[in-house]
Structures are given as structure tokens and as C-alpha cells.
């Protein structure tokens, strides 16, 4: 049988072949010691590569055992949590377009479910039934059609399963989801429940968000809500990004006029008057509605109900490179 010194030039060589320059490995008698470079890749890649690099090892003869040792360098990540004061304003359904719309300009992104008690975006990103698994207790994401890993508390309970918990159990599962392993992700997108209580206080002091983008509809008691929501960020020291005003402005699909059921405006003058950007107008349309139900937010494809979603991305991705660094 061959020294170890007499192995480490076929095992080099075995494991370029199928790593690169990924793994680095030393021979002690007949077990193989490598470390593994996971860097820059998606969590769903890990294991298929560990599992080759373990076989090549496993391929030179007189190596009998390997013990192989993952390690990446931690990319600095930047959060967008996306918030509003009440429900109803359409928060999951930006929080997602978003996601897609930062994507599609470069960024590597994750979306975090953090509506604990609402989730929706399992249904929005069309990954319904899909379920995290766990390396080392900790979550990893779940790849989506759009690119977009997502972890929710909708993949770990049932659909129709009540989540009646207590704050500190909230936090808890927040923690998990925004400490899970984003492989090289270097954006999350946070969608936060409504209201300003136990989830966002927690998301402030334990995973301050670099920013945060605040929906509102048009009408007066929305906007209330919303610049609590707003105070809530701008006590805590953390910038506004914008405001966007959704549901703004309805088409009737058969005479093509146009009504504003929710009123008219109402966020723009709420954000010129707090002095803040104002980053769009998103339509209530029901392709948007129909869309998200069945798993197709419209920012990711080409459909000209998808055009409001595209100057709000702009306008957050300008910001994380100008301002969320």
C-alpha cells in the first residue's frame, strides 16, 4: 500500500477533476481530510457536490475513509424588509414582484416569509407543499421557478392549520427563517406581517434591516396605518426607502374607463408631506390578482401588467447601491 505521500498527487488530481479549485484535502495514513469551498452557491448544490468530491476521494486507491468539511465566505447581505401599518394593502403580493424584480437586476435575492401568522408566499411563488430541510439545524431555502429562494412559516405547518403563538415563539421562528443558509444570496426581502408588534420590534433589534419599503393604498385609513409603520422605522433609526401606493386606479376590462374605488393619490401626499420617496403606483388589476393566485407574479414576465412592478425595482436597487451598502 502507498504512503500518504504517495497518494496526495492522485487525490489532487482526482478531486480537480470534479471541484476545481474548491477542495483542498490532506492525507493522514489512509483517511482523506478535505475542505470544501461552497462559496458563491446554492444551498441545493451543496450536497450533490460533497457527494462527488467524497466518491473521487473514495476512487484513489488506499484512501478508505473521508471526512469532508463545507466552508464558505460569508457574503455581506443586505435585508429590505417590506411593511405595512394594516392587512389588505397587497404587502406579500410587492414583497414577491419585488423579490422577481431585483433579481432581474442583477441582485442575488431571497425572500423571507415573515408574515408568521398570514404566509402566503408559498401559493405567490408557486412552491405550495414544497418543505425546507434542515443540515445542521439550520434551514435550508427552497428553490422557486423565479430564482428566488424562499423559506416561510407556510412550508412548515399545514395550510389550514392554525399558528396561535405568543410572541417569543414568533421571534423564534423569524430567527430561523432570516438565520437560515441564503448560500451567497446577497439581498433578502423581507415580507412582514402588518402592524407594528412583537415581529417587527424583533426583526429591528435582533435582524436589523438596511431599509425598509412601506404599501399603502390610496384611502385615508390605510395611510393612517402606514405612517405608523413608518414612526415605527424612523424611531428605530432605519431608513425609508419609499412608499408605494397600491391598488391605485381600476380598468374596467369591458369599456376600458378607469375609477379609483380607493381614491386617488392618497400615498404620494402622504410621502411628499413626511418627506420621503414616493416609489410608485402598482393598478388594482385583476391579471395582478388572478396572476398571483396561481403562482405567476406578473414582474416575472413579460405582460404589461407587470410594468408597474419595474420603476419600484429600479428605485430599490439604485437605493441598495447608493444608500445600503
Known amino acids: 500500500m502507498p504512503d500518504s505521500s504517495q497518494l496526495q498527487a492522485p487525490l489532487d488530481a482526482a478531486l480537480v477533476l470534479v471541484a476545481g479549485t474548491r477542495a483542498t484535502a490532506r492525507i493522514e495514513e489512509t483517511r482523506a481530510s478535505i475542505i470544501l469551498d461552497v462559496s458563491g452557491l446554492a444551498p441545493e448544490e451543496h450536497d450533490p457536490l460533497e457527494a462527488r468530491v467524497r466518491a473521487a476521494a473514495l476512487s484513489v486507491l488506499g484512501i478508505e475513509t473521508v471526512r469532508i468539511a463545507l466552508t464558505s465566505q460569508r457574503t455581506r447581505r443586505v435585508s429590505i424588509a417590506v411593511a405595512s401599518g394594516k392587512g389588505g394593502v397587497g404587502k406579500s403580493t410587492v414583497s414577491a414582484n419585488l423579490a422577481i424584480g431585483l433579481k432581474a437586476r442583477g441582485r442575488r435575492v431571497g425572500l423571507v416569509d415573515a408574515d408568521i401568522y398570514g404566509p402566503s408566499q408559498p401559493r405567490l411563488m408557486r412552491v405550495e407543499g414544497s418543505k425546507p430541510t434542515a443540515r445542521d439545524k439550520v434551514l435550508q431555502p427552497v428553490p422557486t421557478p423565479y430564482g428566488v429562494p424562499l423559506l416561510s412559516m407556510g412550508q412548515l405547518v399545514a395550510a389550514d392549520q392554525a399558528i396561535a403563538w405568543r410572541g417569543p415563539m414568533a421571534a423564534g421562528a423569524l430567527g430561523q427563517?432570516?438565520?437560515?443558509?441564503?448560500?451567497?444570496?446577497?439581498?433578502?426581502?423581507?415580507?412582514?406581517?402588518?402592524?407594528?408588534?412583537?415581529?417587527?420590534?424583533?426583526?429591528?433589534?435582533?435582524?436589523?434591516?438596511?431599509?425598509?419599503?412601506?404599501?399603502?393604498?390610496?384611502?385615508?385609513?390605510?395611510?393612517?396605518?402606514?405612517?405608523?409603520?413608518?414612526?415605527?422605522f424612523q424611531k428605530a433609526g432605519i431608513p425609508i426607502i419609499g412608499l408605494i401606493e397600491n391598488m391605485a386606479g381600476y380598468a374596467c376590462p369591458h369599456c376600458g374607463e378607469v375609477s379609483d374605488?380607493?381614491?386617488?393619490?392618497?400615498?404620494?401626499?402622504?410621502?411628499?408631506?413626511?418627506?420621503?420617496?414616493?416609489?410608485?403606483?402598482?393598478?388594482?388589476?385583476?391579471?395582478?390578482?388572478?396572476?398571483?393566485?396561481?403562482?405567476?407574479?406578473?414582474?416575472?414576465?413579460?405582460?404589461?401588467?407587470?410594468?408597474?412592478?419595474?420603476?419600484?425595482?429600479?428605485?430599490?436597487?439604485?437605493?441598495?447601491e447608493t444608500e445600503g451598502r
Not at 412583537?198 to 419599503?213: E, N, S, W, Y
Open 177 to 232: 427563517l432570516v438565520d437560515a443558509n441564503w448560500g451567497d444570496a446577497d439581498t433578502l426581502v423581507l415580507d412582514l406581517p402588518p402592524g407594528t408588534g412583537d415581529v417587527q420590534l424583533t426583526m429591528i433589534q435582533k435582524h436589523r434591516p438596511a431599509g425598509a419599503v412601506i404599501v399603502s393604498t390610496p384611502q385615508d385609513l390605510a395611510l393612517i396605518d402606514a405612517r405608523r409603520a413608518i414612526d415605527l
Open 261 to 320: 374605488p380607493f381614491g386617488q393619490g392618497g400615498a404620494e401626499g402622504a410621502a411628499r408631506e413626511l418627506g420621503i420617496p414616493f416609489l410608485g403606483r402598482i393598478p388594482l388589476d385583476i391579471a395582478i390578482r388572478t396572476g398571483s393566485d396561481a403562482g405567476l407574479p406578473p414582474a416575472a414576465g413579460n405582460g404589461p401588467e407587470g410594468a408597474a412592478f419595474a420603476p419600484i425595482a429600479d428605485a430599490v436597487a439604485r437605493w441598495i
